[in-house]
């Protein structure tokens, strides 16, 4: 449904151009949950962003059915389906949430409060607020997948979702993935160091040195966690991540 053929992604830096992604090569599925992980700096986030379009490659070509969208600008890649959600999502002075999901859906007739229920919000209390500070970095991640949603998009790409938000909210996001899955035919792209967001993965893509070093199943992730020192005092208390844990023990 969506590949992306012998990407290579150079960015210019302090010191020239680097090489972020080399040669990346990748086939994803419809309807199923891709869990992208490995050490930071490693190039997770610069394929998201290649696949979306806001880096752009020096090489290769990213096709969705069948389509090549190489060249086409992050807009146009919308309207084909495809939607990112950022580490940190944006506050909308003056901008109501039901303003929001009616911009996202365009002229698709929508339930908001169906779509809200769906990621764990109630429309009643959500509907007529506006996106500002009073909201909750959950509230906010959440009311960003709700606009998801309002689109009908075919690949949804979230980068480290877990990020700034508590453990009770990271609870109702994870049920929030495993509805968007279950009720659509969304293709999900998740970046996580987090086991809980392992665990949902139906595919995990391990990237490191801005290559994709292995694409395999969470059962096997999850057995080589499992055989990791669990008297690190970190495992279960500090919330680090599957490759901060692993560091820390080694």
Not at 84 to 101: C, E, H, I, N, S
Not at 114 to 140: H, K, M, P, W
Not at 150 to 162: C, S
Not at 243 to 249: K, P, Q, S, T
């Amino acid at each position: 449904m969506l590949e992306l053929i012998n990407i290579d992604v150079e960015l210019e830096g302090d010191n020239g151009w680097d090489k972020v992604l080399n040669d990346i090569n990748l086939s994803l599925e419809r309807n199923k949950i891709y869990v992208m992980t490995g050490p930071n700096g490693g190039g997770k986030s610069s394929i998201a962003k290649t696949i979306m379009g806001i880096h752009k490659p020096s090489r290769g070509k990213i096709l969705i059915d069948g389509i090549d969208i190489t060249d086409m600008s992050i807009s146009e890649r919308a309207r084909r389906g495809i939607g990112y959600a950022f580490q940190t999502p944006a506050r909308f002075k003056g901008l109501k949430v039901k303003d929001l999901l009616n911009l996202a859906a365009g002229e698709r007739e929508i339930d908001h409060c169906e779509i809200l229920y769906n990621v764990g919000l109630c429309a009643q209390d959500y509907l007529d607020r506006e996106i500002n500070s009073t909201f909750s970095g959950g509230e906010l991640k959440r009311i960003e997948i709700a606009s998801l949603l309002a689109r009908q998009i075919k690949v949804a790409l979230f980068d480290e979702p877990e990020a700034g938000i508590d453990l009770w909210s990271f609870q109702r996001l994870t049920e929030t993935f495993i509805n968007l899955h279950q009720k659509s035919d969304t293709t999900l792209v998740i970046i996580s160091h987090q086991e809980r967001i392992l665990r949902l993965a139906d595919v995990v893509i391990m990237v490191e040195n801005g290559r994709i070093s292995e694409i395999t199943n969470k059962d096997k992730i999850l057995e080589e966690i499992s055989q990791l020192d669990t008297g690190c005092e970190h495992r279960d208390n500090c919330g680090k991540g599957v490759m901060e844990y692993a560091d820390c023990i080694r």
